[in-house]
């Protein structure tokens, strides 16, 4: 089908422009202006941004296994509403994605039912249990982007190192959730002031930065391809700066909610504010912010993590850890901090397109003629009340249910196919 786009702003080479664009045969074929071009589809973007389709590097879509909560159908369909036109799902499903015949799946039914390209992580460790290297190589074969055991941190140091060699002869990157389970206990919330005013065991950010060191040695001993995720200390920043400097093959990735929050947010018992790395100091949102700003964080990524109502409406200290993010990354930031002037608008599309691609090498982050038509089209002014009836997702843990958020998700368009539409456009 081709598809038309006029009036609008159009996001290239890091500037938004007044232009058109062209879709034929799921590719941009032509950027300019006053095409004039015959289409089935014309859409009239009426001033608004058209954006490359986001990338998320950090999306759990529990299927497999927890399709209550989310599938591949629901996670997609919330993705698109969010802007995002290709997600990378982790492999805490049940069973856990570390076999070629997991991996199929999840990429079967994305092909089939999907709304958004789904990019497979692979486990680290058979069972994501710490106890015995994946079938990497196989996996690697069948498609996989990445390895990791997110949700989990592998504790000891000797099999990370030996995943990491492993990993390093097909070149797949690791990707860690870093969490020093001895130093980390039962903690609920953040230790910090917070923890000692409510009377709650507390996870250090001591526990993180251990592991992040840790496995910096490891990679720069090893050769690996080593990405951190939802990164959230001052101190966790420092040692990226330092490998970075080494010339090491490090990235890192931020979430919305550790960018926009900090431990004060849990004041009020909301067990949509508790989240594994849980929010941190007021100190520490703001070394990640000007990280973002400066480049020493390399991408955001949503940390999407869907829960059943009867789940997160538990006491605090049973619920469990994790919010969704897919829909309101993007109007959360653009509000937060855009508009605040703590970032600039560049900066931010950035690092949900061209950024995270390049992190993993995944094709996609840019609008080029010739290249695959995934892109998204925002209006700035115009604001989403993310209402349970609006959310996608099959969960609705969020902090900001009920808020109504500027930069509302008119059109997101994937391979050439609408596969968003707002439900107030004809």
């Known amino acids: 089908m081709k598809i038309y786009i006029k009036n609008a702003n159009i996001y290239q080479n890091g500037k938004l422009k007044k232009s058109e664009i062209l879709i034929d045969r799921k590719k941009i074929v032509k950027i300019g202006t006053k095409l004039n071009a015959s289409a089935e589809k014309i859409i009239d973007a009426q001033g608004a941004c058209v954006f ?6 950090h999306v ?9 909560k989310e599938d591949i159908v629901t996670g997609t369909k919330a ?8 997600v990378c799902c982790m492999p805490n499903t049940e069973p856990v994605t570390d076999n070629i015949a997991s991996v199929e799946y999840i990429q079967l039914r994305a092909k089939e039912h999907g709304s958004a390209k789904v990019y497979v992580i692979g486990a680290i460790t058979k069972g994501s249990n710490g106890e015995e290297i994946s079938e990497m190589a196989t996996m690697k074969n069948g498609g996989i982007v990445a390895v990791s055991d997110d949700g989990k941190c592998v504790q000891n140091a000797r099999l990370m190192l030996a995943c990491m060699k492993y990993a390093s002869n097909f070149d797949i990157p690791l990707i860690i959730h870093a969490e020093d389970y001895a130093l980390a206990g039962k903690g609920q919330i953040h230790s910090g002031k917070i923890c000692t005013q409510l009377g709650f065991s507390g996870l250090p950010a001591l526990a993180e930065e251990v592991i992040i060191a840790r496995d910096i040695m490891l990679a720069e001993s090893s050769g690996a391809r080593l990405h951190i995720a939802h990164i959230s200390t001052a101190k966790s920043l420092e040692l990226v700066s330092q490998a970075k400097h080494k010339g090491l093959p490090v990235t890192c990735e931020v979430t919305p909610h550790h960018l926009v929050l900090n431990e004060e947010a849990v004041l009020g018992f909301d067990t949509n504010t508790k989240m594994k790395p849980p929010l941190r100091s007021e100190k520490d949102r703001l070394a990640c912010v000007e990280a973002l700003k400066s480049g020493l964080i390399d991408c955001i990524a949503t940390d999407h993590a869907p ?16 919010i969704i993010g897919l829909e309101t990354a993007f109007p959360v930031l653009y509000k937060q901090l855009v508009l605040s002037g703590q970032l600039s608008l560049e900066r931010l599309v950035e690092a949900f397109s061209s950024a995270p691609a390049k992190v993993l090498g995944l094709p996609g982050g840019s609008l080029d003629e010739g290249k695959a038509a995934d892109l998204t089209i925002i209006d700035l002014n115009k604001e989403t009340l993310f209402s349970p009836e609006n959310i996608l997702s099959k969960s609705k843990n969020t902090p900001w249910l009920n808020h109504s958020l500027p930069g509302r998700v008119m059109w997101t368009i994937c391979n050439g196919n609408i596969s968003y539409q707002d439900f107030q456009n004809e």
Request: hydrophobic fraction near 35%.
């Open 79 to 86: 993705a698109a509403h969010g802007g995002f036109t290709a």
């Open 307 to 322: 829960h059943a109502d009867f789940e997160k409406e538990k006491e605090f200290d049973h619920a469990p850890f994790g």
């Open 60 to 68: 759990h879509l529990r299927d497999p296994g927890h399709t209550y």
């Open 52 to 57: 490359p389709g986001f990338i998320d590097l």
